[in-house]
């Protein structure tokens, strides 16, 4: 146990260092947050350094996945051992990368839309996809792309005997952009309107401004999780150590 943990707080002095509240840090550790304080035998609470570094932390965390993922994580971390704390970390940061990669796509997507306006581009059948190597480029469920298909939102071929789906170029780059639109939050009827306004003038602006938000939003969702970093290493390695009481 390091001297530092030894330091023990009071409530209002967590508040102090963390950003929060007094009733949020105590809304926080009901919550799971961080750990239960000790009680001494007058009834206080005692805090440590580490109650800090997980307020802290989840600030970040939940700024990059979200309040109830970033409780959960937190809640988690505190249990693991350090190679699977570090390795759940490394996820979210996989996750927002790939998020990054896919709204990239579907910028470089909606450009060869505008460029089909004046220059009509032949499909090549093998750069078709199925619907399983669709959906798993996407990171989305087969039944997805059906229930897509089914909203008029992307509709591929049908191709042998038994009807087979087959996503040619202008399926996959609209399923890119799709798939973008969801991942902002726009629902289907606004996402339908979306991919309907794309060969229009405004509506390839307000497509472009629509996923310029998302990768902004992702850029930061990154840098919250970047700023949690020491924080969340702190947390990851106290777990191996007792809370003081």
């Known amino acids: 146990m390091s001297g530092s943990q030894r330091v023990l707080l009071r409530t209002v002095d967590v508040a102090r260092e963390s950003g929060y509240s007094v009733q949020q840090v105590r809304d926080l550790e009901r919550l799971g947050v961080i750990p239960p304080a000790a009680r001494s035998s007058n009834g206080y609470r005692s805090y ?3 109650h800090v570094h997980a307020l802290r932390a989840y600030r970040g965390l939940a700024g990059a996945v979200g309040p109830v993922a970033a409780r959960q994580m ?7 051992t350090i190679a699977a704390a570090a390795s759940a970390i490394s996820s979210v940061h996989v996750r927002l990368a790939r998020e990054r990669d896919e709204a990239l ?5 909606l450009r060869a839309i505008q460029d089909e306006t ?5 499909e090549q059948a093998s750069d078709a996809m199925t619907i399983t190597e669709l959906a798993a480029a996407l990171d989305v469920r087969p039944s997805t792309l059906r229930f897509w298909e089914q909203e008029g939102l ?17 399926a996959i780059r609209a ?5 973008a ?15 309907g306004s794309l060969h229009q003038l405004d509506g390839l602006g307000e497509t472009q401004r629509i996923l310029q938000q998302r990768l902004d939003q992702i850029a930061t ?3 919250a999780l970047l700023r949690a970093g020491a924080d969340l290493a702190a947390v990851v390695t106290s777990g191996q150590e007792p809370i003081a009481g």
Do not use: D
């Open 118 to 122: 004046n220059t009509p581009e032949l």
């Open 175 to 179: 399923a890119r952009i799709v798939a």
């Open 154 to 170: 992307v509709i591929p071929e049908r191709v042998t005997s038994l009807r087979a789906r087959r996503y040619g170029i202008s």
């Open 48 to 50: 440590t350094s580490v």
């Open 221 to 223: 969702r990154t840098v």
């Open 105 to 109: 796509r579907a910028q470089q997507a």
């Open 74 to 80: 937190l809640a988690e971390l505190r249990t693991e």
């Open 181 to 195: 639109l969801r991942g902002t939050g726009y629902g289907i009827p606004a996402v339908r309107e979306i991919m």
